[in-house]
């Protein structure tokens, strides 16, 4: 038993010695072009690139705030003739942080975006929050941030017991518990896991509600994908993870046809889906 014992211990080892990064979260919209419009003109991202695959009746675009080769962006799907998709409960936000929340959700309001919580400071503290919804109804976080260099920084999911899903991504993914907070008066626990500091990185932003173990996942929100060297070592780790924690994987690690690009899937104990995806292909595709 040691002996099979060890192989995983240094197996295990591999995600906190990987090249791991944040590179998209995708999700669906109802009017692409809408959407493109609106995250250039309300939130000033770029338009990164877009493609349409009419043989398979849909359309992407990447949008963000710098280049795909550094940072984290979002892809938004389109699947001919769909209009409009269920967010579900669990899916709570992304984050933009920018120096002036202010200014910033006063652009997003004249351009015609809803504010769902005016600007001003998070309870019991002084850095200033605001919440806006996009076309769609995807909300995003606006948070206060005097400088960063990844102003797309969060993805917030719910999760049904918070414990387990932490132990599941600092094992499954490398990813560290950078913060914790607890809010008893607001019967919530929050915990955000990255890759380096807060301030500097994208954090997944798990949240739990005291008593709340299950809530539904809709159409409409996809999925993470993270860079990695080496997608079968990966998933080789993430299946010994999933048969201690729950979740499981979706896709076994290969190259996608047409493309060649190496991927793996998953999904975690609440069902929340990742794909990692091979560094080196991600470039060569960006090409």
């Known amino acids: 038993m040691a002996e099979a014992a060890q192989p995983n211990a240094e197996l ?7 090249k791991r990064r944040f590179l998209h979260t995708v999700y669906r919209v109802g009017d692409l072009d809408h959407t493109i419009k609106f995250y250039t003109e309300a939130f000033g991202m770029k338009l990164l690139r877009k493609r ?4 398979e009746r849909y359309a992407n675009a990447f949008l963000g705030f710098g280049p795909e080769t550094s940072n984290f962006v979002v892809e938004l799907t389109y699947n001919y003739g769909v209009t409009s998709y269920d967010i579900g409960t669990g899916f709570g936000h992304f984050a ?14 004249a351009k015609g975006g809803t504010v769902t919580r005016e600007p001003g400071p998070v309870s019991g503290g002084s850095t200033v929050i605001a919440f806006v919804k996009d076309p769609d109804g995807y ?5 206060e941030r005097a400088s960063t260099p990844e102003p797309l920084c969060q993805v917030m999911l719910r999760v049904g017991d918070l414990e387990r899903s932490i132990k599941f991504y600092e094992k499954a993914l490398g990813l560290k518990l950078v913060k914790k907070v607890d809010r008893p008066q607001y019967k919530y626990t929050l915990a955000m896991l990255g890759y380096a500091e807060e301030h500097e990185t994208v954090v997944l932003e798990l949240t739990y509600n005291y008593g709340v173990t299950d809530y539904t996942k809709g159409n409409a929100y996809a999925q993470v994908a993270i860079g990695t060297d ?4 990966s998933a080789e780790v993430v299946n010994i993870v999933t048969q201690e924690l729950g979740g499981k994987i979706t896709r076994q690690p290969g190259p996608i046809p047409g493309l060649n690009t190496k991927i793996t899937s998953f999904l975690d104990p609440d069902g929340w889906k990742t794909v990692l995806v091979d560094n080196h292909d991600f470039l060569k595709e960006l090409e």
């Open 12 to 18: 295990l080892e591999w995600p906190k010695k990987d």
């Open 52 to 55: 349409d695959v009419p043989e």
């Open 96 to 109: 933009i942080a920018t120096p002036d929340v202010y200014k910033f959700v006063e652009h997003v309001r």
């Open 139 to 143: 909300i995003f976080e606006i948070l």
């Open 230 to 233: 080496d997608v079968y070592k």
